[in-house]
């Protein structure tokens, strides 16, 4: 396998609303890719516009350097955010019927769902009718149903939402191994610390524009640098406040995040630290993506 | 007579043992050999994914426990419409009437000409004694006793208006003995009499067209039935988009395939299982009515119930399309009642209209246009062709203007269901779909589909 997903110029607007503006990058194949963004950003409508299910007013998707059609779309999976199933159907039946869909025999259909339910531990529920099912395994098989005919490019919108973190870990850890198999795989997420540990690459968009692009490495390691500090007795971090060059991000649980300007010397802030009491933790941080992302937007 | 009960009886036991067990199976606990998605029959690949679609939406309709109750009960209505008349018209079979007294030709002549002018064949049985007769009468050996030439017996009471064979042959008896009796007060010769005997009414000339009632009784039948299919079919539609919107599931979908593969199959599978259950009706009612000896299918009746048939595929043909596209702008129950009102209109109308045409047999200007009209013709046309007031090529030309109306329609209903299935949060109004937002194309990324 392997593939590229491009999207270049994107422009949608619904009124005078603009969803999409002038939005470009791609997806290589191999990574889990983060399609970030707060909500209302324009992520959905992107994920739409990649399977033609809205009208773009400019720009182009295109897969591997061709233009998407309905042949392509066959070897996409999909998991939209307001799921979609149909309630009454049983799971089993309801996974072969969408395998079929995208061209696969009844047989091979029915093997594939056997075989995703078992791995997704809902086995016993295929002949379940799917309402009957909780909301975590609802997603489960909405995410069968996206994987079941073994897609090229699998695009997944918001795939964590309202998941327990197990169930945050086992969708993650089926999406690393799909990428590991050559896989182009981005998902979408309005909660951005949340899913920095499970992509590997992440685009941010905000009001439909790129707002940044990159590995997550490369992403978290630049800027300005961050310090944890805590210091016994002082739970507000009144000490830094006054160390010049020094900005306190956040402070959780007595621990200061500190963001360092370029000029400044951590062992100045350290000696700050030590005059405001016992200092218990000192330690470089990487910058979180909901920071990269605030750092780009200025 | 007893024997065809049974056969109608039959037949609706084995209809809902059928039911039951279907519905055994799907309530079964799930084991592992089950629990294996069932492997399809290999017709849906052939016909790719328009037929995946359809062959989908026939197992979940020919499944659900309304189509196989609404089926039971449909064969139960058109069950009691052939069985009751024949049981309330009395028995099929010859009369059988005692004669108490010396044989008498004349007498025997009387009964035979009173069974023909009612209708019914009359068999004469020579009965000993008048006690004799009462008992044959009592037990039901016998239909009625004429005792002595001056007198009928019956067993329950006839009165003016009772309409069995047996009520209607006894009082033409009882009439035809009493003006023989007049006859003889009058003491007429022989000749005189027979002149008499032979007298035929003068005939009576209609200035508008036999209304043929067995064909109209068809008719009114056929039509309640296409009435009942065609409201239950187009519900499906509209709640089936809906519902595919509602669900969110139509995304999924579309992502693979076109708004008109998911539309055609939808229409298509639903048609299949309409046609299905319309063959279903129509060989049960035929089997019933040849085996209970009902005469709603003679005459020219088939060709009413054929006509009912090429309208209710017609009906449905024009109509999906309609409900089709409104289910799509819809995601509410609440907001599929404001939309099917109005589409139910023209169904509601051209129903009344036609049963009061086919009840009346006089068929006035609007409803012989309504006939052309393809909203209405579904209803119309039948009872023209059940009043004998249509000819060939009229029935040709509105069932041609249909077909090209149901072109027309389907095309614009594709334009509306792909515009608004994806549009979800609130309903969607058709000038919403008319009116484009400004400065939107069609981008380059959006491939046609």
């Known amino acids: 396998m392997g593939g590229l997903l491009e999207l270049v110029g994107l422009r949608r607007t619904f009124g005078p609303l603009t969803a999409l503006d002038d939005l470009s990058f791609t997806v290589p194949a191999g990574h889990v890719v983060g399609f970030l963004g707060p909500n209302g950003a324009g992520k959905t409508t992107t994920m739409r516009a990649i399977f033609g299910l809205t009208d773009l007013d400019s720009g182009s998707v295109r897969w591997n350097g061709g233009p998407v059609g309905q042949a392509e779309r066959r070897r996409f999976g999909y998991m939209?955010?307001?799921r979609g199933l149909y309630p009454g159907m049983l799971v089993g039946?309801?996974?072969?019927?969408?395998?079929?869909?995208?061209?696969?025999?009844?047989?091979?259909?029915?093997?594939?769902?056997?075989?995703?339910?078992?791995?997704?531990?809902?086995?016993?529920?295929?002949?379940?009718?799917?309402?009957?099912?909780?909301?975590?395994?609802?997603?489960?098989?909405?995410?069968?149903?996206?994987?079941?005919?073994?897609?090229?490019?699998?695009?997944?919108?918001?795939?964590?939402?309202?998941?327990?973190?197990?169930?945050?870990?086992?969708?993650?850890?089926?999406?690393?191994?799909?990428?590991?198999?050559?896989?182009?795989?981005?998902?979408?997420?309005?909660?951005?610390?949340?899913?920095?540990?499970?992509?590997?690459?992440?685009?941010?968009?905000?009001?439909?524009?790129?707002?940044?692009?990159?590995?997550?490495?490369?992403?978290?390691?630049?800027?300005?640098?961050?310090?944890?500090?805590?210091?016994?007795?002082?739970?507000?971090?009144?000490?830094?406040?006054?160390?010049?060059?020094?900005?306190?991000?956040?402070?959780?649980?007595?621990?200061?995040?500190?963001?360092?300007?370029?000029?400044?010397?951590?062992?100045?802030?350290?000696?700050?630290?030590?005059?405001?009491?016992?200092?218990?933790?000192?330690?470089?941080?990487?910058?979180?993506?909901?920071e990269v992302f605030r750092e780009a937007l200025g | 007579m007893k024997f065809t009960l049974v056969i109608a009886v039959g037949a609706v036991v084995l209809a809902l043992r059928i039911f039951l067990r279907g519905r055994g199976r799907s309530g079964r606990a799930p084991s592992t050999d089950d629990a294996r998605p069932h492997r399809r029959v290999a017709f849906g690949d052939s016909l790719g994914d328009v037929g995946l679609v359809a062959l989908r939406e026939i197992r979940e309709r020919v499944r659900g426990r309304i189509f196989r109750v609404g089926t039971v009960i449909i064969l139960l209505v058109v069950a009691a419409a052939i069985?009751?008349?024949?049981?309330?018209?009395?028995?099929?079979?010859?009369?059988?009437?005692?004669?108490?007294?010396?044989?008498?030709?004349?007498?025997?002549?009387?009964?035979?000409?009173?069974?023909?002018?009612?209708?019914?064949?009359?068999?004469?049985?020579?009965?000993?004694?008048?006690?004799?007769?009462?008992?044959?009468?009592?037990?039901?050996?016998?239909?009625?006793?004429?005792?002595?030439?001056?007198?009928?017996?019956?067993?329950?009471?006839?009165?003016?208006?009772?309409?069995?064979?047996?009520?209607?042959?006894?009082?033409?008896?009882?009439?035809?003995?009493?003006?023989?009796?007049?006859?003889?007060?009058?003491?007429?010769?022989?000749?005189?009499?027979?002149?008499?005997?032979?007298?035929?009414?003068?005939?009576?000339?209609?200035?508008?067209?036999?209304?043929?009632?067995?064909?109209?009784?068809?008719?009114?039948?056929?039509?309640?039935?296409?009435?009942?299919?065609?409201?239950?079919?187009?519900?499906?539609?509209?709640?089936?988009?809906?519902?595919?919107?509602?669900?969110r599931v139509v995304e999924v979908l579309l992502a693979t395939v076109r708004p008109i593969q998911l539309l055609g199959g939808k229409v298509l599978g639903i048609g299949l299982v309409a046609m299905g259950?319309?063959?279903?009706?129509?060989?049960?009612?035929?089997?019933?009515?040849?085996?209970?000896g009902s005469d709603l299918l003679h005459g020219t009746a088939p060709l009413v119930l054929a006509s009912e048939l090429v309208w209710l595929f017609l009906g449905y043909a024009f109509y999906c399309w309609v409900y089709a596209a409104a289910g799509s702008m819809a995601e509410r129950q609440d907001q599929v009642q404001t939309l099917a009102l109005p589409l139910s209109l023209p169904i509601i109308v051209g129903y009344v209209l036609a049963l009061t045409t086919a009840s009346t047999g006089n068929a006035d200007l609007l409803f012989k246009v309504l006939a052309y009209f393809p909203p209405t013709a579904p209803f119309a046309m039948p009872v023209l062709v059940a009043l004998g007031d249509v000819a060939w090529w009229q029935f040709l030309a509105s069932v041609l203007i249909s077909i090209a109306c149901t072109v027309a329609m389907a095309l614009v209903a594709a334009g509306i269901y792909r515009r608004a299935v994806l549009r979800s949060g609130q309903q969607v109004r058709v000038r919403d779909l008319i009116r484009r937002p400004a400065g939107s194309r069609r981008g380059t990324a959006a491939v046609p589909r």
């Open chain 1, 93 to 290: 039946e309801q996974l072969e019927y969408l395998g079929r869909l995208h061209g696969m025999s009844g047989a091979d259909a029915g093997a594939a769902a056997r075989t995703w339910l078992e791995r997704l531990d809902i086995f016993d529920r295929a002949q379940s009718k799917v309402e009957a099912l909780s909301h975590g395994n609802q997603q489960r098989v909405q995410l069968a149903a996206a994987l079941l005919h073994a897609p090229e490019l699998l695009v997944l919108d918001e795939p964590l939402a309202g998941l327990d973190p197990a169930g945050v870990d086992a969708i993650g850890q089926v999406l690393l191994d799909q990428a590991r198999a050559g896989c182009c795989v981005l998902f979408s997420s309005h909660q951005l610390d949340l899913v920095e540990d499970l992509c590997e690459q992440v685009t941010i968009i905000d009001h439909g524009r790129l707002v940044v692009s990159g590995t997550v490495d490369d992403l978290a390691s630049s800027g300005a640098r961050r310090l944890v500090v805590r210091v016994e007795g002082d739970r507000e971090a009144a000490w830094a406040r006054s160390v010049p060059g020094v900005s306190v991000s956040e402070v959780a649980a007595g621990a200061a995040r500190l963001v360092l300007a370029d000029e400044v010397d951590s062992d100045s802030v350290l000696r700050a630290a030590m005059r405001a009491g016992r200092v218990t933790e000192f330690s470089f941080q990487r910058r979180r993506l909901s």
């Open chain 2, 277 to 292: 259950q319309a063959a279903v009706i129509v060989v049960f009612a035929l089997v019933l009515a040849e085996a209970v």
């Open chain 2, 83 to 247: 069985v009751i008349p024949v049981i309330h018209g009395g028995k099929a079979g010859p009369q059988e009437v005692g004669v108490v007294g010396p044989a008498d030709p004349s007498l025997e002549q009387l009964v035979q000409q009173a069974g023909a002018r009612v209708g019914t064949a009359v068999r004469i049985v020579p009965e000993a004694s008048a006690r004799a007769a009462d008992d044959a009468v009592r037990s039901g050996a016998i239909d009625l006793a004429v005792v002595d030439g001056d007198r009928v017996v019956v067993n329950a009471p006839v009165s003016a208006d009772s309409t069995s064979t047996v009520a209607t042959v006894a009082q033409e008896v009882a009439v035809e003995l009493g003006i023989e009796h007049a006859y003889r007060a009058a003491e007429l010769s022989g000749s005189q009499v027979a002149q008499l005997a032979r007298a035929k009414p003068v005939p009576v000339q209609s200035l508008q067209a036999s209304t043929k009632g067995t064909a109209r009784t068809t008719s009114v039948i056929g039509l309640i039935l296409v009435f009942l299919m065609l409201t239950q079919y187009n519900t499906w539609i509209l709640m089936g988009v809906m519902q595919e919107k509602a669900s």
């Open chain 1, 80 to 82: 939209p955010e307001e």
